[in-house]
């Protein structure tokens, strides 16, 4: 984990689009890593619907999100991308939220420009905070950061609530206040997606979000538009979801899992995936038999 924004940075300036899919747990995470991802992006819809079983309105606390970035920070040992929501309060808030997050060990964070309680980018309602107090807080993230590699990228909601023009203003002055990364939240056409990353010189994220609102496109037209960071933040738990119901359904239909026991992931793979070959090894490394557990 060490020097992940570092890494980060680097993955950033590399040729291509990096794809960071999203996840809000730990088993999530390490299906990332195993399957080969450089980076890893924590959803904060998910991680509101993770560890609350609510939608992505506000309701969790800046310490709960830097905890749970950390953990997935800590499950994949990839560089972390983590929404931060709205920083969680005024410029102050915003560098504490800024060490927590980097202490946790998360290597880039985005932070975005609506009042709270905010709502998930892609849903209607929102309201925004003044351009010029976004800008004190993108300021203040910059400041608080101890690593001077650590990504702070500024989100602007700003498209469903000024229209696509002041979005891109806004895009730009976030720049000008010192953001590595601009985020402009959901565009809705190719034509706004051609302009975003045109109209700033700092590298953009597209957020493959699943509400449909911006068109679904492939990393290779993702690339092709300029964009150098690609989230897809619900698409692990979207896939999760069916899954998970299916099982459920013939459990109850069937009376009993035994029919469904090829389908579904062994114990000892789920083991294997969530690190035991590495705990293994630890255990021969510092002696641990059965016998030395036994008298711990
Ligand atoms: C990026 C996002 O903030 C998230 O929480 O992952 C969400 C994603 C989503 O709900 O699909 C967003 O507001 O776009």
């Not at 088993?27 to 924590?42: K, L, P, Q, T, W």
């Not at 609102?213 to 896939?239: C, D, Q, R, W």
Request: aromatic share 6%.
């Amino acid at each position: 984990m060490g020097r992940s924004a570092g890494k980060l940075r680097a993955l950033l300036k590399a040729p291509g689009v990096l794809t960071a899919p999203g996840v809000a747990d730990g088993v999530m995470a390490r299906i990332v890593a195993r399957e080969g991802f450089s980076a890893i992006y924590m959803t904060g819809a998910g991680t509101a619907a993770t560890r609350l079983g609510w939608p992505d309105v506000g309701l969790m606390t800046m310490t709960e999100m830097a905890d749970n970035a950390g953990r997935i920070a800590g499950a994949s040992g990839l560089p972390t991308i983590a929404d931060a929501d709205t920083g969680y309060g005024g410029p102050l808030n915003v560098r504490r939220t800024v060490q927590c997050y980097e202490s946790a060990g998360v290597a880039a964070l985005h932070m975005e420009d609506q009042s709270w309680p905010k709502r998930c980018g892609h849903m209607a309602g929102k309201t925004l905070i003044p351009a010029e107090d976004m800008a004190a807080k993108i300021r203040a993230a910059c400041d608080a950061r101890e690593d001077p590699d650590f990504v702070v990228i500024a989100r602007t909601d700003a498209i469903a609530v000024e229209g696509f023009d002041k979005a891109l203003d806004r895009a730009k002055r976030y720049e000008q206040a010192g953001a590595d990364v601009l985020f402009v939240e959901a565009p809705t056409s190719m034509e706004q997606l051609e302009a975003i990353p045109r109209a700033v010189s700092a590298p953009c994220l597209f957020n493959m979000a699943m509400s449909g609102k911006t068109p679904f496109l492939s990393v290779e037209e993702i690339e092709a538009l300029g964009f150098k960071l690609a989230i897809y933040p619900n698409l692990m738990l979207m896939a999760a979801i069916p899954a998970a119901t299916g099982a459920l359904r013939r459990l109850k239909s069937e009376g009993s899992i035994k029919g469904m026991t090829n389908e579904l992931t062994k114990f000892t793979d789920f083991f294997d995936l969530m690190g035991m070959p590495e705990v293994r090894e630890l255990e021969e490394r510092y002696q641990i038999s059965e016998d030395a557990r036994a008298g711990y």
